[in-house]
């Protein structure tokens, strides 16, 4: 059984159990996972940085690494301030639409069938999106099956439904 620690505990190189997965091996290194520095095996050694050898060692690569997990931070951040950056007024003076639009559940191969309706029906995805008055990201998220992912409501699934004349939900 695996043990979640920061780096505190034993072991060393001379063999004992992964602090990530659990499994036990003569080859432990340290590596930063998700900011918790552990002693794990090869495997799960890819899934962060290492940060010293299988002596159990070293300092040098410490900062380094510190350094880079905040460079991801960073970028993340920034990547999230980008994704919310531009107009919300609407959300500001209206608020989530959410409870009163929920997305209902929805057949496995919605977004394969909203494709095909619309290349039946002779529209292009922007074509479709301007004749209903939608969202053209709206819709290509739908046509990936990432209707949940890009919080789309049920109006726009109900509405695709009667434009295109195909079912979509799942009741």
């Given at each position: 059984?695996?043990?979640?620690?920061?780096?505190?505990?034993?072991?060393?190189g001379?063999?004992?159990?992964?602090?990530?997965?659990?499994?036990?091996?003569?080859?432990l290194?340290?590596?930063?996972?998700?900011?918790?520095?552990?002693?794990?095996?090869?495997?799960?050694?890819?899934?962060?940085?290492?940060?010293?050898?299988?002596?159990?060692?070293?300092?040098?690569?410490?900062?380094?690494?510190?350094d880079?997990?905040?460079k991801?931070?960073?970028?993340?951040?920034?990547?999230?301030?980008d994704?919310?950056t531009?107009?919300?007024?609407?959300?500001?003076?209206?608020?989530?639409?959410?409870?009163?639009?929920?997305?209902?559940?929805?057949?496995?191969?919605?977004?394969?069938?909203?494709?095909?309706?619309?290349?039946?029906?002779?529209?292009?995805?922007?074509?479709?999106?301007?004749?209903?008055?939608?969202s053209?990201?709206?819709?290509?998220?739908?046509?990936?099956?990432?209707?949940?992912?890009?919080?789309?409501?049920?109006?726009?699934?109900?509405?695709?439904?009667?434009?295109?004349d195909?079912?979509?939900?799942?009741?």
């Amino acid at each position: 059984m695996p043990k979640y620690s920061t780096g505190g505990a034993g072991g060393g190189g001379d063999g004992g159990t992964c602090e990530l997965c659990g499994s036990a091996t003569e080859d432990l290194r340290t590596a930063t996972v998700e900011g918790a520095t552990l002693s794990v095996c090869a495997d799960c050694a890819s899934l962060g940085e290492e940060t010293g050898g299988s002596e159990g060692g070293g300092g040098g690569g410490g900062g380094s690494s510190e350094d880079n997990r905040r460079k991801r931070a960073a970028q993340n951040t920034a990547r999230a301030i980008d994704a919310t950056t531009g107009d919300s007024s609407h959300w500001e003076e209206h608020g989530t639409n959410y409870d009163r639009d929920q997305l209902p559940y929805l057949v496995q191969d919605y977004g394969e069938r909203v494709v095909r309706a619309r290349q039946d029906a002779g529209f292009q995805r922007e074509e479709l999106a301007a004749e209903m008055d939608i969202s053209e990201n709206d819709l290509l998220a739908v046509e990936q099956g990432r209707a949940t992912e890009a919080s789309v409501g049920g109006s726009l699934i109900r509405a695709l439904e009667a434009e295109l004349d195909i079912e979509l939900v799942d009741e």
